[in-house]
């Protein structure tokens, strides 16, 4: 395919949707971003990883007043009161991923990806979803919990990426008329959510 065009992830913790986004991309040759994106930001703006690791995919509670109308320019906002608070953070990595999206056709993984880049119209926008079973199984494994912990820790993990989201892009996490297309990983498998996902992309792209 000669045009760029983007696939933006959304995903419960536990989906296999990391897994997923790393198979589309070696499927359909393209470029891969998730926690990479932490990285970028880093190098591209001098601020140090630990200010993106803690306002990733997190509570954010305006000291602005919301992020939304605000005209001032990116680095006066990023320096205003000599602070950095968590909208400042999210409009560094949106305009990295954006910067990205311009570059190469490619996959991102969570960060409101699917808001940042609305204005960008070759854009399949997908939810995974997966049994609570399935969940807790696939993070007590990757993490080393107890079933316990990891239903407790898979049920905080979803209210701070729904908080995230809902937040900064003024969506509903998970809701499907947020998403061109919502899978259940656990019905289909992760490998056949693959293929299916690469159909529809290709269908939808060339």
């Not at 000669?2 to 949707?17: A, D, M, P």
């Not at 605000?70 to 949106?94: A, H, K």
């Not at 311009?102 to 204005?119: M, N, P, Q, T």
């Not at 912990?149 to 905080?156: D, L, Q, T, V, Y």
């Amino acid at each position: 395919m000669s045009e760029k065009f983007y696939i933006n992830i959304g995903r419960q913790i536990g989906s296999g949707g990391l897994e997923i986004g790393k198979k589309l991309a070696k499927e359909l040759n393209i470029a891969y971003y998730d926690r990479e994106l932490i990285q970028i930001a880093s190098d591209e703006s001098g601020l140090g990883k630990e200010f993106f690791e803690k306002a990733d995919e997190k509570d954010s509670h305006s000291l602005f007043g919301g992020m939304f109308g605000m005209r001032s320019t990116l680095m006066d906002q990023i320096y205003s009161g000599y602070y950095l608070s968590n909208e400042n953070l999210f409009l560094i990595q949106s305009e990295i991923i954006r910067k990205l999206a311009k570059k190469e056709s490619s996959i991102f993984v969570g960060r409101c990806a699917d808001y940042v880049l609305k204005d960008f119209s070759r854009c399949l926008n997908i939810f995974i979803s997966a049994e609570m079973e399935d969940r807790i199984k696939r993070i007590a494994q990757i993490h080393d919990l107890e079933h316990d912990k990891a239903a407790s820790f898979i049920e905080k993990m979803d209210k701070k990426r729904a908080s995230y989201y809902n937040y900064f892009s003024n969506k509903n996490w998970g809701d499907s008329r947020s998403y061109h297309l919502c899978i259940n990983s656990s019905f289909l498998g992760i490998d056949n959510t693959v293929k299916t996902i690469t159909e529809i992309a290709l269908n939808k792209f060339q």
